[in-house]
């Protein structure tokens, strides 16, 4: 049998194949095959060497010879990629760990303000301090609402519990809530000489304490619930069989009015919300500082957060104990000095997780 290699097919009875029919379909895929890979070979690998190249190598050593160099080169592009970015991380933790936490930086003209224009910018705000305060005075000579109590409440001992004096004074709130964080914030701009930070810390905290002190107090006068030791604090500190009056059915209480006036604002706890408040405001304040989201593994600096958190959680726990407030009340105190406090740290100050994002960003 005779091959007609002009046409490339073999001839069927005696009829030779024309000129334009092609190869078997074996030989064909086979040589197409080589020569595109022998193309690609030659295409990704331009220095390669001239020996595996020339048309006398077999088109076997050709191939395997440019897959090889293919698959060296691939591993030099995926390592220098990797070094790549892992320069351009480090570089931008860099540059984010140099930087100030503050938004204003990021603003040209505000950065470039001195001390007293700074506090004419921002005056409105402190401004707005002093109104928030006043505002939380007037709270005081509004009496809260007498919420009804009668003889249904007596039998259970939500409000039977005995009258104890405070584990932490209302005196002693304003020193954790605002001394405290006044005093840290004060030595950070000791060392660091950044008055701009100084202020707006300042600004934040006060504003968040001051903020949480409105809210709270008009919550009190507003729902008016009454104490856990309400019983002991309407009979003057003893558990009396109590009388109720005959038309409305509340409990008749033989306490002065301003002692009445104090056991019907348990909801929410003040000294839980102001604690939270300032506390939690310092907490976010130092994180910040810190770095505690800049990936380097340090878990030291999360120790100072949990500690301050830890006492303002404290105050909340002895209110509960003192019988002061029921444990509802204490969640939602300490939900609003959060909250508020978040809040105002927001207006000044950068997100906690910016350094992640960024640096996270930077890797992808």
């Known amino acids: 049998m005779e091959i007609n290699w002009a046409s490339g097919v073999e001839p069927r009875n005696g009829i030779t194949a024309s000129a334009g029919c092609r190869k078997p379909w074996k030989e064909r895929t086979s040589s197409t095959r080589l020569t595109d890979t022998s193309e690609i070979g030659e295409i990704i690998m331009d220095d390669s060497p001239e020996s595996d190249d020339s048309p006398m190598a077999p088109p076997l050593t050709r191939r395997l010879s440019s897959t090889s160099r293919a698959q060296e080169n691939m591993k030099k592009f995926f390592t220098s990629a990797s070094r790549t970015i892992s320069n351009a991380v480090q570089r931008n933790h860099e540059e984010l760990k140099d930087s100030e ?34 505002l939380w005075l007037l709270c005081f000579l509004v009496p809260p609402f007498q919420r009804h109590v009668g003889e249904k409440n007596f039998a259970t001992p939500e409000l039977r519990y005995p009258f104890k004096s405070n584990t932490i004074p209302f005196q002693a709130v304003p020193v954790i809530a605002v001394f405290v964080p006044l005093v840290v914030i004060v030595g950070i701009f000791i060392k660091r000489r950044n008055f701009r930070d100084l202020h707006h810390a300042l600004l934040g905290l006060l504003t ?19 104490r856990p030791h309400f019983y002991a604090r309407c009979f003057g500190g003893t558990l009396a069989q109590p009388n109720y009056d005959p038309v409305t059915g509340n409990v008749i209480c033989v306490a002065t009015a301003k002692e009445m006036k104090e056991a019907y604002k348990s909801f929410p706890s003040g000294h839980t919300s102001w604690t939270f408040a300032g506390l939690s405001y310092l907490a976010m304040y130092m994180a910040g500082k810190l770095s505690i989201f800049d990936r380097k593994g340090h878990s030291w600096k999360v120790l100072p957060i949990i500690v301050v958190m830890l006492c303002a959680t404290f105050v909340g726990v002895t209110r509960i104990d003192d019988y002061w407030h029921h444990w509802t009340d204490v969640c939602t105190g300490a939900s609003i000095g959060t909250l508020t406090a978040y809040f105002c740290y927001r207006q000044h100050f950068r997100s906690l997780f910016d350094d992640l994002r960024k640096l996270l960003s930077c890797s992808l």
């Open 101 to 134: 936490d503050l938004i204003e930086e990021e603003i040209p003209i505000l950065a470039e303000l001195g001390p007293a224009a700074l506090f004419r910018y921002h005056l409105n705000d402190w401004l707005q301090i002093v109104l928030v305060i006043l």
């Open 208 to 226: 968040a304490v001051a903020l949480t002190a409105l809210i709270t107090d008009a919550v009190k006068v507003g729902i008016g619930r009454p």
